[in-house]
């Protein structure tokens, strides 16, 4: 997420006033809708030319995900003006996500969650709270918005709450309703070994751990959806409050995949083969599933970082030396294909309590940050409660947008 925009349009005679009813939260045309990432491209798009960037753009529109009405994008502007000559104040996108709630009995329900990403604003409109009052419109919005179900003879899917990583600290979006939750990581150093090309039989005979390809990623994420829905009942009764979930199933994963493939193809001409990697026996696996970032690219390489989308242990019971091994072993898979494709850290965001203990004694090198300013994980609730109150449950990078 960020906030920012530049333009090469002239600033209209008088702009409306944000406390005023005249600036309105709309759907943007195309034209604009395409104006807008062109101006974005400096920003989040420096790692490709700015039309690859924009047409990476429209290409995530067509992905599972985001398809079929999966993204949604907003402009905040004036309704005095047509399509196409209004001044584009704000803007932002929404993807609708699958979603469960545990309530505090350990009943699960299902619903869907609203991601908010592309949060931006044009220099020349900035000072006039034009961001902050297209959240708070925005915000109450989401709570009905795409509710309709998709399932034949089935009630309307509830909107359970919408989640954004704010990249301008915590206060910004808690003022208008996204109550903070937990941001860290642990940084791991890339090391020398890379893969990528090479048959994982061929790389990968002497480790304990395998790397994880496309092919597998449909069974892996089934059998993730059936141990999250057991481990948030526990844990709405654990707690005694509701808790909630991102659902890391396949579309949700292939977002961050396909956009993978989008960069890496027009950084290196390829595309990565290893997408994570398994440790261990079905039943008792350990696994991550992961994604490159590139965001200054090849010239400007800081930052750009090998994200942990997911990590899974099977059996949690298990012996934590045991545990610890296998992590240790799909990490150092993860370091290998950083090295290789030019990456400056590998990141896991927000471990549990469980993976902290055992990535402290797994032989790996690491750091862990407390994030105070960047992706700061955000959620507001639309059920009872306050949202303080909702316990978050597999709070990791698969939910970015």
Request: hydrophobic share 35%; net charge negative.
């Amino acid at each position: 997420m960020g906030e920012s925009m530049s333009s090469g349009s002239q600033t209209p005679p008088s702009l409306p006033d944000k406390s005023t009813p005249s600036p309105i939260l709309t759907q943007p045309t195309d034209t604009e809708r395409r104006h807008t990432w062109s101006l974005t491209h400096p920003l989040w798009g420096p790692a490709l030319r700015q039309e690859d960037y924009v047409n990476r753009e429209a290409y995530l529109t067509t992905v599972p995900l985001a398809k079929d009405g999966g993204l949604s994008q907003w402009i905040l502007t004036d309704p005095s003006l047509p399509p196409n000559e209004r001044p584009i104040l704000s803007a932002c996108e929404t993807l609708r996500k699958r979603a469960i709630r545990a309530r505090p009995d350990g009943f699960v329900e299902d619903g869907i969650a609203h991601g908010i990403g592309a949060v931006f604003t044009d220099p020349q409109y900035r000072g006039r709270g034009y961001a902050n009052r297209m959240m708070r419109d925005l915000g109450p919005r989401l709570r009905s918005w795409q509710g309709e179900s998709k399932r034949r003879n089935s009630n309307p899917d509830e909107v359970f709450f919408s989640v954004l990583y704010s990249d301008i600290g915590k206060s910004f979006y808690a003022k208008a309703g996204w109550a903070t939750y937990e941001s860290s990581h642990f940084s791991f150093p890339p090391v020398a070994g890379g893969v990528s090309g090479i048959s994982p039989s061929d790389e990968y005979a002497a480790s304990k751990a395998r790397p994880i390809g496309y092919h597998e990623l449909a069974e892996l994420c089934a059998v993730d959806e059936g141990l999250l829905r057991e481990r948030i009942a526990r844990r709405a009764k654990e707690e005694e409050r509701v808790a909630v979930a991102l659902l890391p199933d396949l579309d949700q994963l292939l977002w961050h995949l396909m956009r993978e493939d989008y960069m890496t193809k027009h950084i290196f001409g390829r595309t990565p083969t290893v997408r994570g990697a398994v440790y261990g026996e079905v039943g008792k696996r350990i696994w991550a599933v992961w994604t490159r970032a590139y965001y200054g690219g090849l010239e400007k390489p800081e930052g750009n970082t090998l994200h942990l989308l997911r990590v899974v242990v099977e059996d949690e019971g298990m012996d934590e030396k045991k545990i610890g091994e296998g992590f240790g072993e799909v990490v150092r898979i993860a370091q290998s294909e950083a090295e290789e494709w030019r990456l400056q850290e590998v990141h896991m965001w927000n471990p549990t309590g469980l993976l902290r203990r055992v990535v402290e004694g797994c032989g790996v090198e690491w750091t862990f940050v407390e994030r105070e300013r960047e992706s700061i994980a955000s959620l507001m609730w639309y059920g009872e409660g306050e949202e303080k109150g909702v316990e978050w449950v597999a709070n990791e990078k698969f939910g970015w947008c």
